[in-house]
């Protein structure tokens, strides 16, 4: 079992930015899983925003944030980390951080295992 813990989200103007981060709260090695951030509007599905590969060699990124999301990881600090750079008001939503143990990432939220409880990210016009 792995509990993900994500922090960084707040309230910011669009054209703003934000860096996430995601760690496990019981100190699991973050390396062996491909890991993604999704997003939740309130009314809407739980949607894909990036991912990257569990041996870090390719990411995934949903066309609506191309160019201004991206996901990396730090494994000497087992952190998973989103920066979001020119945020619109369409960003906002509660962000979740997840972990699946396949070595590809997937688009799917059905495919990841592992999820944290979320943090709200508010982009203001």
């Known amino acids: 079992q792995v509990e993900l813990v994500e922090s960084g989200g707040g309230l910011v103007q669009a054209g703003g930015s934000l860096r996430l981060s995601c760690a496990p709260s019981g100190g699991q090695e973050f390396t062996t899983y491909t890991m993604a951030w999704f997003r939740q509007a309130p009314g809407m599905e739980r949607e894909f925003v990036v991912g990257i590969s569990r041996d870090d060699s390719h990411t995934l990124d949903a066309d609506s944030v191309k160019g201004r999301f991206t996901i990396s990881r730090d494994s000497a600090k087992n952190t998973v980390y989103l920066q979001m750079n020119s945020l619109k008001p369409e960003d906002t939503g509660v962000y979740y951080c997840?972990?699946?143990?396949?070595?590809?990432?997937?688009?799917?939220?059905?495919?990841?295992?592992?999820w944290g409880q979320g943090t709200q990210v508010t982009v203001s016009s």
């Open positions: 997840a972990a699946d143990t396949g070595g590809v990432v997937r688009a799917s939220r059905y495919a990841y295992l592992y």
